[in-house]
């Protein structure tokens, strides 16, 4: 079984710094993209940013020049870096990794999805 198992959230002010970080565990599995998505209240899940394993990023155009997200292929971790954050950032933020499980002869894609960690930005 692989689990996500996410660290690093909690309250900052506005024009604060935070970091997240999510470690993939188990056995048997490659890892494809890793990546951070974010649901506030009311709204739909959405993607915050994300890498290749090549180390390739896409961000969404609310975070460009202000978050930054890496990734230790070794180590399994990504981390979300938050800067300059604003009030319009809080929600919970899901790690999320689109994994290759060999079970056998076969290779099963797919996503798994840390519980969650709330980001909250005070005013």
């Known amino acids: 079984q692989v689990q996500l198992v996410e660290s690093g959230g909690g309250l900052v002010q506005t024009g604060g710094s935070l970091r997240l970080s999510c470690a993939a565990s188990g056995s048997g599995f490659s890892i494809n993209d890793m990546g951070w998505y974010r649901q506030a209240p009311g709204k739909q899940r959405e993607l915050v940013a994300k890498?290749?394993?090549?180390?390739?990023?896409e961000y969404a155009d609310s975070v460009k020049g202000r978050f930054t997200v890496s990734r230790d292929n070794a180590k399994n971790t990504v981390d979300l870096t938050m800067n300059s954050i604003k009030p319009e950032d809080t929600a919970v933020y899901y790690c999320?990794?689109?994994?290759?499980?060999?079970?056998?002869?076969?290779?099963?894609?797919?996503?798994?999805w840390g519980q969650g960690t709330q980001v909250t930005v005070s005013s």
């Open positions: 999320n990794a689109k994994i290759l499980r060999t079970i056998g002869p076969l290779k099963i894609p797919r996503d798994y």
């Open positions: 890498i290749t394993s090549g180390g390739n990023t």
